[in-house]
């Protein structure tokens, strides 16, 4: 896949999930079911790389376009992740009044509807590759149990599931229980 190509594929991800997470749908039918120039576990490292880092949501474009381009996949991925706020600044200026328009605020609700059905549709591939033994399965459980309870901050989590994940690595229950 060329960059010029990466980077419409990725722009039209961006542009149409409002530049988060719920571009992963698009891209993953686009380059990992499609073409085949990216697989599920290369997503799952982009998003992780994106969430374990400061600034945007959406940097996880250019590990995508890194994965699949090299450096100048990068650079189309981060393109690609500007080029909708770029957009968005003369946008509100024409339509920032029609914005209140109770019928604009359907079809904004509407979109958001679709793109959260569609990113947990395509989380469950995404998690079966994730999810290899027992620890990862009880890590992703009781953090999904307590971020819908509300009972702990993301980053606390994502501390939480290294430092098991480290502990498991350097110390495996195996030794723990004599198997």
Not at 170 to 179: A, I, M, R
Request: hydrophobic share 60%; with cysteine.
């Amino acid at each position: 896949m060329n960059v010029f190509m990466l980077y419409l594929v990725l722009l039209k991800a961006s542009i149409t999930s409002f530049s988060g997470l719920a571009a992963i749908p698009i891209i993953r039918e686009a380059l990992v079911i499609q073409a085949h120039v990216l697989s599920d576990a290369q997503l799952n490292e982009a998003v992780v790389i994106s969430r374990s880092t400061p600034g945007p949501v959406a940097i996880y474009l250019v590990s995508i376009g890194y994965f699949v381009a090299g450096v100048g996949g990068a650079v189309a991925g981060w393109l690609a992740m500007i080029t909708p706020a770029l957009l968005v600044i003369p946008l509100i200026h024409f339509a920032g009044k029609k914005a209140e328009n109770p019928k604009v605020k359907e079809v904004i609700k509407s979109i958001m509807i679709a793109s959260a059905a569609m990113l947990f549709l395509d989380a469950i591939p995404l998690a079966q590759n994730a999810i290899f033994d027992v620890l990862t399965a009880c890590i992703a459980f009781g953090s999904f149990v307590l971020l819908i309870l509300d009972l702990i901050e993301v980053h606390w989590l994502m501390l939480a599931g290294v430092a098991l994940t480290l502990g498991q690595y350097y110390w495996p229950l195996q030794n723990t229980l004599g198997l």
